[in-house]
């Protein structure tokens, strides 16, 4: 086993090492370390803030979010149904106020961007208008062990079209003995599907390894066969750079309440890509809040919907939820954009991937699946731990260190920018090398 304390070059000239010292010094030299304080970090068994590294399935409560839903509350108290016309931002418009800093998260113009539902109905919705399978064209290529509800979403809009799942699904696994996909696979079996490919669905970051796809290869190769592409953000929105515009992605949706911090049963982000925003022949399924504003009260027979992702929407918007996400979103705006956060994310994710190293474990007791390549994965480590998982994962918790169990043996960890110190990920370091030294 190699020394805690020894040095490692890494390639973005990062020198790190396990003494608390390194550790605040990272922190008093973080300018978004103040972020930190924006956050309700909660108590550990011990009453201190817990290490938390649970950002990948739910973010922190920001302060701000209370007071953001406080005002929508004296909306409703003093204004009630003038609620939706009045006040300083009235309901029926309040999902237009998200379209820019949204647009900003995922790389795309506001026109392309809609907040609404959750991330399952999402993917619903834009299934119907971008899988429209024929007797030829049918295939849906997705990554093999996807997130469940994806996988479920997929087989019944199979079923929806008359088709067995299993004929119409085509999943692709990683090579023996990999972890992870590699982009020429799946380039190639796209090329293979050819003519047969109605679409390919990929998470933008497959949420067990935590991989990072090249969205904008695949994205290419699926054109190329005259397939559509989406993708499920719901592990990349808020945690790396995207540029869903100029990857010529045709339609992704995310949820808002991982990365983006906006609470449980938080709203949902959609992007339909330009080329589709003035499509009213498009088939969708419709709803009033869709219908093109102008006359959207004038409720006459006939859909005519909105132009750009807001012709998507169904219901009216749900304002509550908005209000917090609204308050995020402002977050993410002062913090500099995803762009900044992501600089302080490779560094705080590098040193937990290097404190990890110096375990010195061999790979059948334990092994990191996520890329080595920061370029290959956002804030998320994914440890798969052949020996003791489960008893390693409640050592953590103990201490204050909160990690995620995936079964049948992944400890997932999530340094996330906003709110995580470094002092956190050698807390959580510490830990690990006291339990692998017992
Ligand atoms: C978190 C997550 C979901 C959850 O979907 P909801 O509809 O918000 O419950 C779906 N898909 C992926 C890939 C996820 O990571």
């Known amino acids: 086993m190699r020394g805690l304390t020894e040095p490692a070059l890494l390639p973005t000239r990062m020198t790190y090492d396990a003494s608390p010292a390194f550790a605040a010094a990272q922190d008093a030299a973080d300018s978004l370390a103040p972020f930190r304080q924006e956050f309700h970090i909660p108590p550990g068994p011990d009453g201190q803030p817990t290490a938390y590294f649970c950002g990948n399935s739910l973010g922190l409560l920001p302060k701000a979010a209370r007071a ?4 929508e509350f004296k909306s409703w108290e003093t204004q009630a149904v003038e609620g939706h016309f009045h006040g300083e931002s009235p309901w029926m418009y309040y999902q237009d106020t998200l379209a820019d800093a949204t647009a900003r998260v995922v790389g795309a113009k506001p026109i392309e961007v809609v907040v609404m539902n959750t991330l399952t109905v999402n993917l619903h919705l834009l299934l119907i208008s ?34 067995d799942p299993a004929e119409a699904i085509v999943e692709m696994t990683p090579r023996p003995g990999e972890h992870t996909l590699r982009t020429e696979d799946i380039e190639a079996k796209i090329a ?36 559509t592409v989406g993708f499920d953000l719901a592990h990349a929105a808020g945690n790396v750079v995207l540029s869903l515009h100029d990857w ?15 609470g449980p049963g938080g709203t949902s982000g959609v992007f339909i890509n330009e080329r589709f925003a003035h499509r009213p022949d498009l088939l969708r399924l419709a709803g009033w809040w869709g219908y093109d504003p102008k006359e959207r009260f004038q409720m006459k027979p006939g859909f005519r919907p909105s132009p750009g992702a807001a012709g998507w929407q169904l219901s009216c918007g749900q304002v509550l939820p908005m209000a917090v996400h609204r308050a995020n979103l402002d977050i993410f705006d002062r913090a500099g954009g995803v762009a900044a956060l992501r600089q302080k994310s490779e560094k705080l994710t590098g040193y937990l991937e290097y404190l990890i190293q110096q375990l010195g474990l061999p790979k059948s007791k334990f092994e990191i699946i996520t890329p080595a390549d920061p370029g290959q994965r956002g804030c998320q480590l994914s440890l798969l731990v052949n020996e003791r998982g489960r008893e390693l994962f409640d050592f953590l918790a103990a201490r204050g260190i909160i990690a995620d169990w995936r079964e049948p043996n992944v400890i997932r960890l999530a340094p996330v920018p906003l709110y995580n110190s470094f002092e956190d990920v050698r807390r959580a370091g510490a830990a690990l090398a006291e339990f692998y030294s017992a």
Request: proline content about 2%; glycine content about 10%.
């Open 130 to 163: 971008f899988y429209q399978p024929t007797a030829t064209r049918y295939k849906v290529l997705m990554e093999g062990g996807a997130f469940p509800s994806d996988q479920y979403a997929l087989e019944s809009q199979a079923r929806l079209h008359g088709l």
């Open 192 to 227: 293979e599907l050819g003519d047969s490919l109605a679409t390919v669905i990929f998470g933008g970051i497959n949420y067990y390894t935590g991989q990072v796809f090249d969205m904008a290869a695949i994205t290419k190769a699926g054109h190329a066969v005259g397939a």
């Open 68 to 71: 953001a839903v406080e005002a």
């Open 248 to 262: 010529d992605v045709d339609f992704a949706c995310w949820c808002t309440y991982k990365y983006l911090n906006s």
